[in-house]
């Protein structure tokens, strides 16, 4: 795997833990969505590996979600190739036949967000200063039917026809509450909860829990598989909007801004 990648797997126990490494802040640009999906697909054919803890060795964040660099004035066919590394991320995590956990020990926003809610188990740092949630509307950017569909499958439709039309970033404890995480321990324990949980879903036989898992997930997915073309033309079409990348390019103007 690449440098941007660590993938630690344990034999004796079955379980992998992939930290992202991708400084800053862990944005999910094309290469590093590529190099995402290819470990877990290695991961996925090895028949011995049956759990896999996601988590990040930046400090302080999770993961900015997508690479907003590769939506800002990049041509039609980039913006293509990006939508369905992303659309692959998605229907890899979502769909994986091995047990995910997020540990999420840092800020978590936008497609960081949908990373973890991929998972089968969210273990997010009790840390105020971090914050989770699709805030997708407040750069003025629409999360398509696929996040949005993967949020009310996690906390139901009115938390998320909120949290959508708000761009709603939450607090760990208000993430908690609203059942958008399960679980908050201090930011040293996070990765060590999340293998402790693993063991006690890896007590469940793995035929009956893949199954149940695909039963809950497939509808969903069986909607973006059969839509990916027309998914990624939508995205396209909108995201290379004039109005759009003004509201990107402001965005990242504010995100400089912040800093200085
Ligand atoms: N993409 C690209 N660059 C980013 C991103 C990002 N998502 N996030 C941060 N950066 C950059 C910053 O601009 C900064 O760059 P520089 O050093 O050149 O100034 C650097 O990373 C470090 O960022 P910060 O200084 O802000 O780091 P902090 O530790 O202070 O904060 C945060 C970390 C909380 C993660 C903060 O950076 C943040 O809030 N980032 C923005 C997160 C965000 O809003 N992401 C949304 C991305 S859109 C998405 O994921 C789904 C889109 C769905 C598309 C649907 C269209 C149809």
Redesign the pocket.
């Known amino acids: 795997t690449s440098q941007k990648i660590k993938v630690d797997f344990d034999q004796s126990s079955g379980v992998a833990v992939m930290h992202m490494q991708s400084p ?2 862990n ?1 999910l640009s094309l290469e590093f969505l590529t190099d995402v999906c290819i470990a877990l697909e290695k991961l996925e054919m090895d028949k011995s590996c049956r759990g896999l803890v996601i988590t990040s060795s930046q400090p ?2 999770f993961s ?6 590769d939506m800002y004035g990049k041509s039609p066919e980039h913006c293509a190739e990006f939508w369905k590394a992303v659309q692959e991320m998605w229907l890899k995590f979502y769909g994986s036949n091995m047990i995910t956990i997020a540990a999420v020990n840092g ?1 978590s ?3 960081g967000c949908l990373l973890s809610m991929t998972c089968d188990y969210r273990i997010m740092a009790d840390n105020p200063r971090y914050s989770i949630g699709l ?2 509307t407040k ?1 003025g ?4 039917f696929w ?1 949005k569909d993967t949020m009310v499958n996690t906390v139901g439709h009115r938390t998320t026809e909120m949290a959508l039309q708000l761009g709603l970033l939450y607090s760990p404890a208000e993430a908690l509450k609203i059942g958008l995480v399960d679980q908050l321990v201090h930011e040293d324990q996070v990765l060590t909860t999340a293998t402790e949980t693993m063991t006690k879903w890896l007590a469940i036989p793995d035929h009956a829990r893949q199954l149940t898992k695909s039963m809950m997930r497939k509808p969903t997915i069986d909607k973006l598989a059969a839509n990916r073309e027309a998914d990624v033309n939508n ?1 396209v079409k ?2 290379t909007k004039d109005s759009i990348q003004k509201s990107l390019g402001m965005y ?1 103007e504010m ?2 801004r ?2 200085a």
């Open positions: 800053p802040v944005s302080k964040v900015a979600g997508l690479d907003i660099l800020s926003p936008a497609g805030n997708e750069l950017i629409v999360a398509p996040f995205f909108f995201i990242l995100l400089k912040r800093k």
